[in-house]
């Protein structure tokens, strides 16, 4: 059992490095490309953050491991909202007064949903996969819309005069994400070079991690979706972790919320599309008596924060923390093998 427990602790090491090379590499690419701030952070560091899901997900379909696939981003969505927005405020408050906070928080909420009547409508086809895809774009569209929009206020607000009108201190910090990737690289070959070695260590990671979380889940008499909605999910979901608690030691805190709501769109939407129209996904029964609903119930705690503005504090954040630790408690003694 030991060399199971060093394939897959060393497969999520493997992932996480190279997923944090990865967002590196695409991050100095973009750029030297000139890409805005705003989309950099919404898509190219929430996508790249969420590449250890990906690879994850895509290779446990392809071996037939449902349960992992789908356990994978379910419990990673989870683990976003409970612990990536609990634990940092127990470090320093978190606010929830990103622009379009609430609208990308209502967003998330609405594919939560669609996604939910896809699982209960068992398997998620390719034509599933081809909808969220479209979703993804739309996604991306807005945060393109939303970038030029804030690219004409800044314009604005180089004349004096319009004042008034300029987004307030702390608006731009949607955009910000992007900023709290260390060690961007400024050559464009050493840039590529880290693309590369990303792309090779996230499936030789994700081969590792699969190979020991199916082992372990026989071996401690779970269903592989256990092991997918809580190690798997948790050891991918370190990249958000890590970035939030850096944001919030660094007073940037407020970056949290947007980096949760990124990588929880892209989970959903970019890796169950790509999963699903590769492969057709049944998904198990205990994902659909549980998961799918706190799933739900922590997107709709996302879109109640942002509606309402609220400052997560340290003892919301401490609750947030225990409640993820509930939750993995529960999933353990209800996941056992029959």
Known sequence: MLIDYVSLIGGLVVLVVAGDVLVRGAVGIAERLGIPALVIGLTIVAFGTSAPELVISLGAALDGLPGIAIGNVVGSNIANVLLVLGLPAIIAVTSCRETGAIRNSAFMVLITVVF???????????????????????????????????????????????????PKEGEEEVGELYEEVEGVPESPALAILFIALGLIGLPLGAHFT??????????????????????????????????????????????????????NVFNL????????????????????????????????????????????RRPSGAILSLLYCLYIFVVFQFGQVG
Do not use: Y
């Open 116 to 166: 939910i009547a896809m699982c209960f409508h068992s398997p998620i086809s390719r034509t599933d996969g081809i909808v969220l895809l479209l979703l993804l774009g739309l996604f991306l569209w807005d945060s393109v819309r939303a970038t030029r929009k804030h690219r004409r206020e800044n314009g604005r607000c180089a004349d004096k005069s319009a004042e008034a009108d300029c």
């Open 210 to 263: 699969i190979a020991g979380a199916s082992a372990l889940a026989s071996a401690w008499g779970v269903t592989e979706a256990v092991i997918g909605l809580t190690v798997v999910a948790l050891g991918t979901s370190l990249p958000e972790l890590a970035t939030s608690l850096m944001a919030a030691i660094r007073g940037h805190s407020a970056v949290a919320l947007g980096n949760v709501i990124g990588s």
């Open 269 to 312: 939407l970019a890796i169950m599309g790509i999963t699903a129209v590769v492969v057709p996904l049944g998904v198990p029964q205990e994902v659909l008596v549980l998961d799918l609903w706190v799933m739900l119930a922590s997107a709709l705690l996302v879109l109640a924060f942002a509606a309402m503005h609220v400052t997560i």
